[in-house]
């Protein structure tokens, strides 16, 4: 009988065959695979759909970045591991801070828990804002972990990430942060650890530069996804056992001029309530917002008064294109979510609406082209595709893009 190891209560297998690679394809949500596929534009994703299964899933809620990833890392919501958004607001300190420092995570990763019984690991991040909390708990002095971001591969060490001078080794420059080279250097990243340092695990997590920019089937994105599919097939052709899925999808969010399509909650409620009585959150916020200008279809909001609540509620409900206005208990008990890193209320907008704070908080002139972002239920759907048929994974049950590592784990131990 295999050995197993238990991971935020869920088993997995100790001994495995094959390589587990997860690859969270950032702001992919179906129609991208869906246009490629019908133009044959990816015949090495269409040769892995055909051996394995092209399903769907759910992301964990906010549907943003840095919580699916822990999600995707932990096997678990945000309840469980604490990671709620890219950014936060921290009542017992009264400061607003991004959500990239370990000490915010709650439970163990499948990494970490890995490492600790002699498995050999791979994490290669687009974006550094996620490097911490990817590599809490691992250890660079043994020769079993390499763990880096693209964004600054140019300042790896082996003490710290496990690898140095990558971009000699990879013969790639560092890839400008808002480009498709960032996740390509990922990519490529991958497919050369494959073949060198043989990992059991491998975790690989791109950038949704492209997905914020240009619509499923535009000739940019399409072209993004046969670069994607070129080192697809590479992966493939290894003794592994894959599955791609991504961290949320992504909605166009503009008005027919063009102009951003938001609800400027902040300078809402200021109104109606009066200026500091209300403090509108975005989690979507970062370092990089030329691409969205911090404007998502999720927001969380602290009220000084807690007498207010449920007139704060009552009044927000009267704007159209807010669909989801709920206490936090509510909020918290119907989306996994850890009550105490969430405001009074929780806010998700319809599908092509984006909720901002104050309107003057917003640098939008960056936008180029007209904005697409994610963060509420809209852009939860997401692909999972599995390279091999796996007989566990059960289709009447709403499946999770935090199920992944569970299931290649699974695949590769058989």
């Not at 709650?106 to 909390?133: C, G, H, M, Q, S």
């Not at 080279?181 to 695990?201: R, T, W, Y």
């Not at 901002?356 to 697409?372: A, I």
């Not at 049950?397 to 569970?406: E, P, R, S, V, W």
């Amino acid at each position: 009988m295999t050995a197993n190891i238990n991971i935020n209560k869920k088993d997995y297998p100790i001994s495995l065959k094959k390589t587990a690679i997860v690859v969270c394809l950032d702001g992919s949500q179906k129609e991208y695979f869906d246009q490629a596929l019908e133009k044959n534009l990816m015949p090495n994703l269409k040769k892995l759909i055909q051996n394995g299964s092209y399903l769907l899933a759910h992301s964990a809620i906010p549907s943003f970045t840095n919580p699916n990833n822990i999600s995707i890392i932990t096997g678990q919501p945000s309840s469980i591991h604490g990671i709620c958004g890219n950014f936060f607001y921290n009542s017992d300190t009264n400061e607003e801070v991004m959500m990239n420092d370990p000490k915010y995570l709650r439970a163990p990763t499948i990494f970490e828990k890995y490492y600790e019984v002699n498995a050999r690991i791979a994490i290669v991040t687009a974006k550094d804002k996620l490097l911490k909390l990817l590599g809490n708990g691992l250890k660079y002095d043994d020769q079993r972990v390499i763990s880096f971001s693209a964004e600054k591969s140019d300042q790896a060490t082996l003490l710290e990430n496990g690898i140095e001078n990558i971009n000699s080794w990879i013969e790639r420059p560092v890839p400008n942060v808002y480009s498709q080279d960032l996740s390509e250097f990922v990519m490529a990243s991958g497919v050369k650890l494959m073949k060198e340092f043989k990992p059991n695990i491998l975790y690989l997590s791109t950038t949704d530069y492209i997905q914020h920019k240009y619509p499923p089937g535009h000739e940019v994105a399409n072209n993004f996804y046969i670069m994607f599919d070129k080192y697809l097939g590479e992966l493939n052709a290894m003794n592994v056992t894959m599955i791609i899925t991504a961290d949320h999808g992504m909605k166009p969010k503009s008005k027919n001029d063009g102009s951003p399509n938001a609800v400027f909650l902040q300078d809402y409620l200021d109104k109606a309530f009066g200026k500091d009585e209300t403090k509108v959150i975005l989690p979507i916020t970062d370092p990089y917002v030329v691409h969205h200008g911090a404007l998502g279809s999720f927001a969380t909001i602290y009220i000084n008064n807690k007498n207010i609540i449920n007139s704060v509620i009552k009044e927000i409900n009267k704007i159209k294109d807010i669909e989801v206005v709920l206490n936090n208990l509510e909020a918290c008990s119907m989306y996994n979510l850890p009550s105490d890193r969430m405001g009074d209320i929780i806010c998700m907008s319809s599908e092509y609406m984006t909720i901002g704070s104050s309107e003057k908080k917003h640098n939008l002139r960056d936008l180029k082209e007209p904005l697409r972002s994610h963060g509420g239920l809209h852009e939860r759907e997401v692909p999972f595709i599995v390279n091999k048929k796996i007989k566990e994974i059960d289709n009447t049950k709403q499946l999770y893009n935090y199920d992944a590592f569970y299931y290649a784990i699974l695949g590769a131990s058989q």
